[in-house]
């Protein structure tokens, strides 16, 4: 995927995530820390620069998001601070 076809990709995804849902998915796509999403939605807006390396990786996460390799599982907690979503793997197949 190009680097506008991941960004394009990338808000799609945040757009369609549920509450609770878009740090998970940050995750999953291999931001890390507490800044995670943050980062993301950078990516997404066409702020942040977008490495050829991070590019890749972003492709390689949302092809498997899309395809439904990785999916959001709900983990049953509610209330706030708690994580809602966790990234799981898909049905094989």
Known sequence: M????????????LARAP?????PLALALGFRG???LHSLRSI???RGYLFESMRRRLSRGVQQLQRGDLI???????GAGKR???I???AAG
């Open 88 to 90: 799981a793997r898909g």
């Open 2 to 13: 190009s680097a506008e076809q991941v960004r394009a990709a990338l808000r799609e995804l």
């Open 34 to 36: 507490r800044w995670a």
């Open 72 to 78: 959001l599982v709900p983990t049953g907690a509610h």
């Open 19 to 23: 509450h609770g849902g878009k740090r």
């Open 84 to 86: 809602l979503f966790s």
């Open 44 to 46: 997404a807006s066409g």
